[in-house]
Structures are given as structure tokens and as C-alpha cells.
């Protein structure tokens, strides 16, 4: 393949002309098999633009008296052709790693996950990874660094550094799955707002770090209806926002004992067509409140007949006439075109004929 751009690493073997004899002496060259797996490894953010399925590869070519090592990318079995603003970019990527902690591999880096590994968590936050990867557990007794979204880490002493460094990776991907999935959060414990949180939430110590006044925190408890993604629930709260989601089939039954429930204590809530939507600011009213749901849910009723309006107040006037016939009647909100609804129950056979 004519090659009009290339990336030349500073990797080289020395050619030693001559004849083949026993005395011969052992090419030099300036850099050893780590070298080059290091180099490959920490290539990799460099090469996703031309596609996720990139891979690098590193080939030798004679370059002034000796073999040189060069950088190609391949997608497949075919070699890609670089311009040359592409290969700037990536010579400038083999000087700085060749010169700048050399010895350590690209473990993890933020967003993407290396070639042929799981994936990292979708929509997970940059900054949650940044807080947390320097606790992990999986990488303990390596000496290592995180910088600009990229975790590091030196196998230079190991001897069977590629299958440590795979095993390593892949633990490391589901630490942090589990973490994340658990809802683990660094703060700051002379913060009062996080002694108020973690009182509101039921967190515990998850571990202690080296870094002055703050401590990884987790819940003590897990509810998978409320809370099916704890990480989530815990930073939208963080964040200010106490909308709670409850599972409740869109079955006209079923969302009637509910807003039975829930309109005896609660102004504002709505449902999807899976959900409930409703506020609470702490867990003790949201386990009060998803219990109150469960129980409601278990009650009998016999017939529910519905009516649709676009506005509260039209709603409310149709309620207030179909209570003159049937005790219970109540308003709630969907997600629909329509979005108030005014639901009508009766648990005998009789039959709301006379009604709206």
C-alpha cells in the first residue's frame, strides 16, 4: 500500500550486515516488547475517529539504516490512508507517549472502553468517574495515575503483563459498574448540606480515603421499584429535583386505587403509561408513600368508568356532578392528549349510566 502520511514511532532495531555466524552480535535496539504494547494501548482514544471497529497496529519498515516501527490503522483487514492533518495529530500523540511515562498502559479512558471489552456505563458522568476510579479496589499495588478521563497504570514489572493487563481491565470495568449501580458518591463530610443528605437518604460510609474530609458514601438499603438505578435516583436528588417513579399498570383499575390513595395526601401527581409520578424530598415519605401504593393496590373494586378533559376546572365540575350519584370519584393527570381525568368507581354492579 503506497503510503502518502505516515506516523513513525522512536522505536527502532539497528540492521547488522554480514553473514549469519553463531558469534554475531545482537542487534541493539531501543525499546523492549512493553514499549511497544504500552504505545498500542494508549493509541487507542486517538484512532475512534475513523470508526469504533479501529485497531492499531504497529509495522516495521527500514527508515535510514534501521527498522523502524510505524503506526498503521486498520478497520478489518483494510489499511486506512491518513491525510495529513490526521497524521500530525497522531505523530504528536506517539511523542508525547513515548516521552511522558513511557512505561505505563492506558488501562481505562472515559466514554468508549477498549477494543473488544464490554462497554462502560452509558450516560455514566465524567465527573463521577474522576471522583471515584482513584479508590478502586481492582488496581490496588500498582503504582498508577488518572488524567483528562484516562486511568494509567505500570506493568513494566510484571512478566505476564498482557493477560494482567486484561484481567485488570476487565475487573476494573465491573468495579465500577457495581459502584456505579450501587449509588457509591464521594463528599465532603464538613459539608452541613451532605450530613443533611446522608441523614435524608440512609448512607453509610462505603470507604474511607486519603483525602482530607472526604469519605465514600452508599445506601444502607435497596428498593428496585422506586429505585431501580441508584446512582441515578441519588444525584437527581443531589441536583434538586424529588420527582419519585412508582410502577403502576395503566389499567383503569389500578390507576383509580392509586389516585384514590394518593389525592387523600398529595396535590400534584400523574401517571405515564407505566408509572406514577409523584414528590417526595426524603426516604422515609417515599417508603411511606410506595407502601400506601402497594396496599391501595390490593383493594376491590368492581367497575371504573373514565372521562377525559383538557383542562383542571372542566374536570372539576364534571366530578363535582358525578358525585351527587357515586361517592367515589377522583382526579388525576396522565401524560395523554388529554391529561385530566376523572375516574368513577363502584364496587357493586350498578351501572353509571345516568352519569355525564
Same mark, same amino acid.
Given at each position: 500500500? @503506497?503510503?502518502?502520511?505516515?506516523?513513525?514511532?522512536?522505536?527502532? +532495531?539497528?540492521? &547488522?550486515?554480514?553473514?549469519?555466524?553463531?558469534? @554475531?552480535?545482537?542487534a541493539?535496539? %531501543?525499546?523492549?516488547?512493553?514499549?511497544? =504494547?504500552?504505545?498500542?494501548? +494508549?493509541?487507542?482514544?486517538?484512532?475512534?475517529?475513523?470508526?469504533?471497529?479501529?485497531?492499531?497496529?504497529?509495522?516495521?519498515?527500514?527508515?535510514?539504516?534501521a527498522?523502524?516501527? !510505524? $503506526?498503521?490503522? *486498520?478497520i478489518?483487514? %483494510?489499511?486506512?490512508?491518513?491525510?495529513?492533518?490526521?497524521?500530525? +495529530?497522531?505523530?504528536?500523540?506517539?511523542?508525547?507517549?513515548?516521552?511522558?511515562?513511557?512505561?505505563?498502559?492506558l488501562?481505562?479512558?472515559?466514554? &468508549?472502553?477498549?477494543?473488544?471489552?464490554? %462497554?462502560? &456505563?452509558?450516560?455514566c458522568?465524567?465527573?463521577?468517574?474522576?471522583?471515584?476510579?482513584?479508590?478502586? /479496589?481492582?488496581? @490496588?499495588g500498582?503504582?498508577?495515575?488518572?488524567?483528562?478521563?484516562? =486511568?494509567?497504570?505500570?506493568?513494566?514489572?510484571?512478566?505476564?503483563?498482557?493477560?494482567?493487563?486484561?484481567?485488570?481491565?476487565?475487573?476494573?470495568?465491573?468495579?465500577?459498574r457495581?459502584?456505579?449501580?450501587?449509588?457509591? /458518591?464521594?463528599?465532603?463530610?464538613?459539608? *452541613?448540606?451532605?450530613?443533611?443528605?446522608?441523614?435524608?437518604?440512609?448512607l453509610?460510609?462505603?470507604?474511607?480515603?486519603?483525602?482530607? %474530609?472526604?469519605?465514600l458514601?452508599?445506601?444502607?438499603?435497596?428498593?428496585?421499584?422506586?429505585?431501580?438505578?441508584?446512582?441515578?435516583? /441519588?444525584?437527581?436528588?443531589?441536583?434538586?429535583?424529588?420527582?419519585?417513579?412508582?410502577? $403502576?399498570?395503566?389499567?383503569?383499575? @389500578?390507576?383509580?386505587?392509586?389516585?384514590?390513595?394518593?389525592?387523600? !395526601?398529595?396535590? #400534584? !401527581?400523574?401517571?405515564?403509561?407505566?408509572?406514577?409520578?409523584?414528590?417526595?424530598?426524603?426516604?422515609?415519605?417515599?417508603?411511606?408513600?410506595? #407502601?400506601?401504593?402497594?396496599?391501595?393496590?390490593?383493594?376491590?373494586?368492581?367497575?371504573?368508568?373514565?372521562?377525559?378533559?383538557?383542562?383542571?376546572?372542566?374536570?372539576?365540575?364534571?366530578?363535582?356532578?358525578?358525585? *351527587?350519584? /357515586?361517592?367515589?370519584? $377522583?382526579?388525576?393527570?396522565?401524560?395523554?392528549?388529554?391529561?385530566?381525568? $376523572?375516574?368513577?368507581?363502584?364496587?357493586?354492579?350498578?351501572?353509571?349510566?345516568?352519569?355525564?
Amino acid at each position: 500500500m @503506497q503510503k502518502t502520511h505516515v506516523v513513525r514511532t522512536p522505536y527502532y +532495531r539497528e540492521i &547488522i550486515e554480514g553473514q549469519l555466524l553463531e558469534a @554475531q552480535p545482537i542487534a541493539y535496539q %531501543n525499546f523492549t516488547d512493553y514499549n511497544i =504494547f504500552c504505545l498500542t494501548t +494508549r493509541l487507542h482514544p486517538y484512532i475512534k475517529e475513523f470508526s469504533k471497529e479501529a485497531y492499531v497496529v504497529l509495522s516495521s519498515y527500514e527508515y535510514e539504516e534501521a527498522v523502524y516501527f !510505524f $503506526v498503521d490503522i *486498520k478497520i478489518g483487514d %483494510n489499511y486506512v490512508s491518513l491525510n495529513e492533518e490526521q497524521a500530525k +495529530r497522531l505523530q504528536d500523540a506517539v511523542v508525547e507517549i513515548t516521552t511522558e511515562n513511557p512505561n505505563y498502559t492506558l488501562l481505562y479512558y472515559l466514554g &468508549i472502553g477498549l477494543p473488544n471489552k464490554k %462497554n462502560v &456505563i452509558e450516560d455514566c458522568p465524567e465527573s463521577w468517574i474522576n471522583d471515584i476510579i482513584k479508590f478502586t /479496589l481492582s488496581t @490496588q499495588g500498582y503504582d498508577s495515575f488518572y488524567k483528562d478521563g484516562k =486511568f494509567y497504570l505500570d506493568l513494566s514489572d510484571v512478566d505476564d503483563y498482557y493477560n494482567v493487563f486484561y484481567e485488570l481491565q476487565d475487573s476494573l470495568i465491573d468495579e465500577l459498574r457495581s459502584l456505579y449501580f450501587s449509588g457509591v /458518591l464521594l463528599f465532603d463530610i464538613t459539608d *452541613k448540606q451532605t450530613e443533611e443528605f446522608v441523614k435524608k437518604f440512609s448512607l453509610t460510609i462505603y470507604a474511607r480515603t486519603e483525602l482530607e %474530609n472526604f469519605n465514600l458514601y452508599a445506601p444502607n438499603w435497596r428498593n428496585d421499584l422506586f429505585a431501580p438505578n441508584m446512582f441515578k435516583f /441519588l444525584t437527581q436528588r443531589l441536583l434538586g429535583d424529588n420527582k419519585v417513579s412508582f410502577p $403502576v399498570a395503566s389499567k383503569l383499575m @389500578q390507576r383509580h386505587k392509586v389516585a384514590s390513595y394518593l389525592s387523600g !395526601f398529595l396535590d #400534584d !401527581f400523574y401517571f405515564t403509561m407505566k408509572y406514577v409520578y409523584f414528590d417526595a424530598d426524603d426516604l422515609d415519605k417515599i417508603r411511606k408513600i410506595t #407502601d400506601g401504593i402497594s396496599v391501595a393496590l390490593n383493594g376491590f373494586l368492581k367497575k371504573v368508568m373514565i372521562k377525559r378533559f383538557n383542562s383542571k376546572k372542566e374536570a372539576e365540575d364534571f366530578a363535582n356532578e358525578a358525585k *351527587k350519584v /357515586l361517592k367515589d370519584v $377522583v382526579i388525576y393527570r396522565t401524560d395523554e392528549s388529554l391529561p385530566y381525568t $376523572v375516574s368513577l368507581a363502584s364496587s357493586s354492579s350498578e351501572i353509571m349510566e345516568n352519569i355525564g
